[in-house]
């Protein structure tokens, strides 16, 4: 089974919304996905139980006491983490993790911030036989300004790049008040959106 880990130390950096909308593409293709939630906020469990019945459908997981175990039965584990992730959860999250997504912020300071998480990660990711891949995602990204073009020269300082550059936009918002992702609307309502997902599937492998 693919696990896929969403995390980053820092909250507000959209995590729920990238998990949400990835187990939404792998349900659209017909894979069984489950979108499990260690946060405490249950975010994602909460944006689960508004999703409209007749749609492809997304199952819910949750972890065994403090134990992080791959559920059985499932082709996808999109796993949503809270923020300030560290000691061994962290450890666990990335010990049954096939990729780990670290969405942050279109910021110097967010950038900044997360740099230690990723050096941790790819620490830890290196103690593994078959480590998993990383990937950091720009979430509300808002083209054209100084601060999306400062984050692109930091990352690409410290020998990062990310996977994908997704624009900020109120479909993520409006969709996920009522249990959505952009695979469950017309294509045509979030084209530019669908358009700029496409690296990070390439990415992870699922396209």
């Not at 880990?5 to 894979?31: D, E, H, P």
């Not at 809270?82 to 061994?88: N, Q």
């Not at 930091?154 to 550059?165: D, I």
Request: proline share 7%; no cysteine; charged share 20%.
């Amino acid at each position: 089974m693919g696990v896929i880990v969403v995390a980053n130390t820092k909250g507000g950096v959209g995590k729920s919304t990238l998990a949400s909308n990835l187990a939404g593409y792998l349900a659209r293709q017909g894979r069984r996905v489950m979108l499990g939630d260690t946060d405490a906020q249950q975010s994602a469990r909460q944006w689960l139980e508004q999703r409209p019945e007749g749609l492809p459908a997304i199952e819910g997981w949750e972890a065994e006491g403090d134990k992080l175990r791959s559920p059985k039965g499932a082709q996808h584990l999109v796993l949503d983490t809270p923020a300030g992730l560290h000691g061994k959860p962290l450890e666990q999250a990335v010990a049954v993790a096939r990729h780990i997504l670290v969405p942050l912020q279109p910021s110097p300071f967010d950038a900044q911030a997360s740099l230690p998480f990723v050096r941790q990660l790819e620490k830890l990711a290196g103690k593994r036989s078959q480590p998993p891949r990383i990937g950091l995602v720009v979430m509300r990204n808002k083209e054209g300004t100084q601060s999306s073009q400062q984050v692109q020269t930091f990352l690409a300082t410290a020998g990062l790049s990310p996977v994908a550059v997704l624009r900020d936009t109120q479909n993520y918002i409006h969709l996920a008040a009522r249990g959505l992702t952009l695979w469950d609307v017309a294509p045509s309502r979030v084209e530019r959106d669908l358009e700029q997902w496409q690296p990070l599937l390439e990415w992870l492998n699922l396209n």
